[in-house]
């Protein structure tokens, strides 16, 4: 642990402008961002009295070995840069929300020729319009119900290319659920205007579409065409239906979000009811835990920069209204944010009266629940993760808490397509942002200890040259413009690094043999602060390198359920990786290689002369005989295939089915 003294900058080389700061560990990671209307000023408020910090502040500080500052033009710069930034490292002393579900979103590919309508979780994709968040069961029954009226292509890319080759729609087309431009029952152009009524109705103007088709089924009425009138009458059924799915909580010309808070000293939980058209057309909730010393408005403010700003098409998602608990700090900045992320005016307030002011205490009232049930949920998952590392800290008698542990596999198929995998477990909870993969080669590849050895030296040999580059000092650091960090900030390097910081444990899968190599491997490249065991599989051994005798973990041990879930997950990462390299190299021509051979020429020789035995055996004139097929090409392709029999037998074939090895 760092004493805040020994980097703490001069106060005179602190600027008294705005700013945004960063805290950065002794590995260079940046472990906080903060922005400043003042940078000494509260920058000094960190080094003045230690001691006097409230307790996680206090944890910051002496976490961290350096502190850097990049002045801005107004406090507008410094909201988006701090925002960029939180984004760009994620630093674990900042409140990040996270959503305590993933929700699923009707979305609409509008950036498609012909738009998709599909139900997607997760990352939000440029050129996509998005709708919602719903439960799982209300989404799926929306979709199918709107397909009836808005008949919107729904089908995968494969299935789309399918149709378009034999000319025949899918299911959904036969049902009349699609419109079937894959078979030009409709333009591309008129398909697209069916997918934008669609997020017109989903955007909120359902009396205008329902309105329509009323007059239309009026005017077959007229004409006497019922069984028009009868479709007709059945398309606004369905839309009425969707339409009053959502009740109706405020006046019809209300778009709003809904934001309520309800937090203890650890943790904070946030709902927001998403109110379109008076309708709550979705909801969604957030869990976070109080890393960082903030105030309510502190948290609000952190909120909507995380909720609006984690995309760039904002246009048809920032309401008119915001609806908050307390007004955030550096109010007039964010409205002048969201206001440009949206391209109108957005207003953030509190309601005092009225049915908003009601609305936001059953939004408070789902805060408070959820936070109860996350607590419920969480007790005996944080119990037990914290039995099982101290139970194996304890064992293994380390002098070190375990925060991050990487586990190593090895796979191949008798000796070929050798690969590794590298998990990542940091307080007992897998971070697959980490993992890695590695394909092993040359005299690694001949048995598993030689390529334990390759892989832990390549691992922390990219370590030790992160960690000799210039980590940086306490001081400013240029910007090239507002929100927006330099292209030489040496953030961005350690942002972007091949590996993250050192673990504390390394676990290899196998026993002494393979922990005897990994340990080679570290004490070879000087690194002496990361221990190794190994889990072998026959009777669950711990080995500790250079011991004659194993630890046996008792068999209702946390601490053994942990290492066997890392051990499994490190084999099914590494299977994976071993499966999709060897389906590659089942595939492999002795064509492939050959400059200027593209797939269409190859198949044209194949297809030619029928087999690779008979390309072999022919001249390069009688290769000019092929389609495309010239001579320059006909003398590559002679001198490759030369140079490849030269250079040895064709490695074995290998019976996927019994694990034979085949005679060539």
Known sequence: MADPASYRPQTGEIPTTPGVYRFRDPHGRVIYVGKAKNLRSRLNSYFANPAGLLPKTHAMVHAASSVEWTMVGS????????????????????????????????????????????????????????????????????????????????????????????????????????????????????????AEDFCSFMGGEAKRFITRLEKDMGAAVAELDYERAARLRDDIIALRKVFER?????????????????????????????????????????????????????LIEHLLQQVYGEDSDNQGRIPREVLVPEIPSNHDELLEWLGGLRGAKVDIRVPQRGDKAALMSTVRENAEQALKLHKVRRAGDITVRSQALQELQEALELPVPLLRI????????????????????????????????????????????????????????????????????????????????????????????????????????????????????????????????????????????????????????????????IRDEAHRFAITFHRQKRGKAMTVSALDGVPGLGEAKRKALVAHFGSLKKIKAATALELTAAKGIGPALADAVVSHLAAAGASGEAAPAVNMTTGEILEI
């Open 406 to 565: 990487e586990c190593y596999d090895i796979s191949h198929v008798q000796g070929t397509n050798v690969v590794a995998s590298m998990v990542v477990v940091e307080d007992g909870l897998p971070k697959k942002a980490d993992y890695r993969k590695f394909s092993i080669t040359g005299a690694a590849a001949s048995d598993d200890t030689a390529a334990m050895h390759d892989v832990l030296t390549r691992r922390f040999r990219h370590y030790l040259q992160d960690k000799s580059a210039q980590l940086p000092k306490s001081g400013e650091v240029p910007n090239s413009g507002a929100g927006e960090p330099s292209p030489d900030d040496p953030a961005l390097t350690g942002a972007k690094a091949r590996f993250a910081y050192p673990p504390n444990l390394v676990v290899v899968d196998g026993g002494q043999p393979q922990v005897n190599a990994a340990a080679r491997a570290l004490a070879e490249l000087g690194i002496d602060d990361v221990y190794v065991v190994g889990l072998a599989k026959r009777l669950e051994e711990v080995w500790l390198p250079d011991s004659d005798f194993p630890v046996i973990l008792p068999r209702t041990s946390q601490g053994l359920y942990l290492l066997q879930r």
């Open 75 to 194: 406090e507008l710069e410094s909201l988006q840069l701090e925002y960029t930034w939180i984004k760009e490292f994620k630093p674990r002393f900042n409140v990040v929300f996270r959503d305590d579900k993933t929700y699923p979103y009707l979305a609409v590919s509008m950036g498609e020729k012909l738009p998709r309508v599909q139900v997607m979780r997760g990352e939000r994709r440029k050129g996509t319009r998005y709708f919602g968040p719903y439960t799982a069961g209300a989404i799926r029954e929306t979709m199918d119900t709107l397909l009836r009226v808005f008949p919107v292509r729904s089908c995968s890319p494969g299935v789309l290319k399918r149709a378009q080759a034999s000319g025949r729609p899918c299911l959904l087309g036969y049902i009349d659920k699609c419109s079937a431009p894959c078979v030009g029952r409709v333009t591309a152009e008129e398909h697209r205007a069916i």
């Open 246 to 298: 959502n009740a109706v909580v405020l006046s019809e010309d209300t778009d709003a979000d809904v934001f309520a808070l309800h937090d203890d000293d650890l943790e904070a939980s946030v709902q927001v009811f998403h109110v379109r058209g008076g309708r709550v057309r979705g909801q969604r909730g957030w869990v976070v835990e109080k890393v960082e010393d903030a105030t309510t408005p502190e």
